[in-house]
Nanobody, 126 residues
Framework: QVQLVESGGGLVQTGASLRLSCAASGRTFSSYFMGWFRRAPGKEREFVSAISWNGGRTYYADSVKGRFSISRDNAKNMVYLQMNSLKPEDTAVYYC???????????????????WGPGTQVTVSS
């Protein structure tokens, strides 16, 4: 089992940067595919980014490609989301999620992710 806690959210202006962190508990962290999702007010939770077990593969939603960067440090049980050139439409609660090894489908949906953090609020003012 994995417990996740996000941090690093806040209120920033358009064009600013933030780095979100996700701290994971558990000795098998390196066996989990990790993802970031977000939920804006009045909208469904949507995929933002994901990273494979060893960090060799990364995935991004089209809306954040070129602005956001995901990384992980398995020695520290941490996942990061560097967010640059933030826009008001990036305003949302951001969630970290963990998917166990062996899932054969896409990691762009919430389906493979068994564990979720409580979320951290990101607000971008215009």
């Amino acid at each position: 089992q994995v417990q996740l806690v996000e941090s690093g959210g806040g209120l920033v202006q358009t064009g600013a940067s933030l780095r979100l962190s996700c701290a994971a508990s558990g000795r098998t962290f390196s066996s989990y595919f990790m993802g970031w999702f977000r939920r804006a007010p009045g909208k469904e939770r949507e995929f933002v980014s994901a990273i494979s077990w060893n960090g060799g593969r990364t995935y991004y939603a089209d809306s954040v490609k070129g602005r956001f960067s995901i990384s992980r440090d398995n020695a520290k049980n941490m996942v990061y989301l560097q967010m640059n050139s933030l826009k008001p439409e990036d305003t949302a609660v951001y969630y970290c999620a963990a998917a166990p090894m062996g899932y054969s489908g896409t990691y762009y949906t919430t389906r493979p992710y068994d564990y979720w953090g409580p979320g951290t609020q990101v607000t971008v003012s215009s």
